[in-house]
């Protein structure tokens, strides 16, 4: 089976695609920048207190000594950081998102108090608006990384955290949880996608909604294993069985391209591993293997979420 590892685009800093991460690389870039000079002035003033015959006058030593590394250097240093912290603070008119953090996958909400429109495991963004991510965990402490978009924030039980970001390029990217939080926990990842505003509203509508109705006998079928293997205690999948949170919502299961928080690549293949052994495809995952499922409802079960877009 294929790996997804990779398969997300970008998951770098050196090509930011939102502010924070753009901040970020130019305060890198110009830190560098300014050392190096810092590193060559030195070395030519030791050169030259190396041929001069007299000891260097008060004056120097102020000035190379005390002003100019503590008034130029560390206060633009901490201009820049201050900026910068100011960025990731809250917007009055931002998109809120809740983020959850579960052992080992991510519960997603839009628009909490409006539309609340909930989803798992993959961040669907407007490009260039700013958004409120709400922070929060479920069990023990995670953090929410995406290099290419933002800096990262610890998401820590009992206690909402805020993060602002702002995306500036479309595309695909990958997000991973950044703090240890169990065996399942280098395989707690994410796919990042941002859209146009536009594509991003219609998206936003179309996810909202109840599953999609089983169209065929098989997948009739399948909605029934759904029910009747237990799976609802879990899960949700809006108009069929609503209102457990313990395991990721599947309303959209099949239109995500990952299976098992950003590990596998989607497929009714892969679904169908999943449900057999989840943990023999994610050590750690907190969900029952169904091996007691029969091979015809297996496949049953699979087709159904992998319809389910
Ligand atoms: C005891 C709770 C529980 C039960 C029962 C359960 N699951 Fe899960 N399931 C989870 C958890 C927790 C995860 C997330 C695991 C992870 O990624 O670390 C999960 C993940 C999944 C995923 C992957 C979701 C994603 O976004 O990639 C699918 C698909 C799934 N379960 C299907 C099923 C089906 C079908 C059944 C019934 C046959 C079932 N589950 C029963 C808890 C449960
Ligand atoms: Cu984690």
């Excluded at 008034?71 to 201050?82: D, H, K, V």
């Excluded at 429109?117 to 409120?132: F, H, M, S």
């Excluded at 990842?189 to 006998?217: I, N, Y």
Aim: with cysteine; aromatic share 8%; charged share 20%.
């Amino acid at each position: 089976m294929d790996s997804a590892l990779g398969i997300f685009g970008s998951q770098s800093w050196l090509r930011p695609a939102g502010i924070g991460a753009a901040s970020a690389h130019d305060l890198t870039v110009a830190m560098a920048i300014g050392l190096g000079v810092v590193f060559v002035v030195v070395m030519a003033l030791i050169a030259l207190a190396w041929r001069a015959d007299t000891a260097p006058r008060g004056w120097w030593i102020w000035s190379g000594g005390v002003i100019v590394p503590l008034g130029a250097i560390l206060l633009i240093l901490l201009g820049s950081t201050m900026a910068l912290l100011a960025m990731t603070r809250a917007h009055d008119d931002a998109l809120v998102i809740d983020v959850t953090g579960h052992q080992f996958w991510w519960d997603i909400v839009y628009d909490p108090e409006g539309a609340a429109v909930r989803d798992a495991n993959e961040l669907v963004l407007p490009k260039d608006r700013p958004v409120t991510l709400r922070l929060h965990a479920e069990d023990v402490i995670h953090s929410f990384w995406v290099p290419s978009i933002s800096g990262k924030m610890d998401m820590v039980p009992g206690r909402t955290n805020i993060l602002t970001l702002t995306a500036t390029r479309t595309g695909l990217f990958r997000g991973q949880c950044a703090e240890f939080c169990g065996v399942g926990h280098p395989r707690m990842a994410f796919e990042v996608r941002v859209l146009d505003p536009g594509a991003f509203d219609d998206w936003l509508e179309q996810t909202g909604g109840e599953a999609r109705k089983a169209a065929r006998p098989d997948l009739q079928d399948g909605r029934e294993v759904f029910e009747t293997a237990g799976c609802a205690a879990c899960h949700e999948i809006r108009g069929v069985a609503e209102g457990a949170r313990m395991g990721p919502d599947l309303t959209r299961i099949g239109a995500r391209r990952s299976l098992g928080a950003g590990m596998w690549r989607m497929s009714q293949g892969a679904l169908a591993g999943w449900i057999a052994d989840a943990r023999a495809m994610k050590p750690g995952a907190q969900m029952p293997g169904y091996t007691q499922l029969s091979g015809p409802d297996l496949r049953a079960v699979s087709a159904y979420l992998a319809s389910l877009k």
